[in-house]
């Protein structure tokens, strides 16, 4: 049976994603790949010309599912709501799939680490920003909430606390009980953005 290169695309980037979870960024390289989504090299070097174009595609697939951590956020109740259930969904996230998480953070670091061949660095946190600045933003006027700190600053300052927050529980998760440490930074934002 032949695949079409768009199905086989989407094979590539599913086995890319999975690779990057259960082995880290570190060991992903086109053949690695080709191996996990049991495709021939040259198929996977003719749908990808390199690693860094494989590792865009599945940037963009991981984008794809932001909003897996911040469904069901009730606008109407408001913008403190609002954020306390992204942070609760956010931190679920890093209990119950903690392999995504890092494999996430790493993509980061990869990104960073190749700005020069790859545009993925640029584009990650803007598309948080709008993720969830849709989601705030929506909060705030669906309440009439007044917002002292601009919402893409807010949704900025709440995602370095989550990085930080991730990065402590991942290395040791039962020390100081990061949980807590985390929803007080929130809070503590609310409180400096006047929520």
């Not at 695309?9 to 259960?22: D, G, H, N, Y």
């Not at 946190?125 to 933003?137: D, R, W």
């Not at 007044?146 to 995602?159: E, G, N």
Request: net charge negative; glycine share 4%; hydrophobic share 45%.
């Amino acid at each position: 049976m032949r695949i079409s290169s768009e199905e086989r695309k989407e094979q590539l980037i599913s086995a890319t994603v999975e690779l990057m979870r259960r082995e880290g960024v570190q060991s992903v390289t086109i053949r690695a790949i080709a191996k996990e989504a049991n495709a021939p090299l040259a198929t996977a070097h003719y749908c990808f010309s390199n690693k860094e174009e494989l590792m865009d595609a599945a940037a963009e697939a991981w984008f794809k599912n932001l909003s897996r951590f911040s469904s069901d956020v009730p606008a109407h109740l408001g913008l403190r709501k609002a954020v306390e259930q992204v942070a609760e969904g956010y931190w679920r996230a890093l209990e119950e799939e903690p392999t995504n998480i890092l494999a996430e953070i790493e993509l980061i670091l990869w990104a960073t680490r190749n700005a020069a061949v790859s545009p993925l660095a640029k584009k990650i946190y803007p598309a948080y920003e709008v993720e969830l600045g849709n989601i705030f933003s929506s909060a705030a006027q669906g309440s009439g909430d007044q917002c002292t700190i601009a919402i893409p600053s807010l949704v900025r300052a709440f995602l370095m606390i989550y990085d930080g927050a991730a990065i402590q529980y991942m290395t040791d998760p039962k020390a100081t009980d990061p949980r807590t440490l985390f929803f007080m930074m929130v809070d503590a934002l609310l409180i400096k953005a006047g929520v």
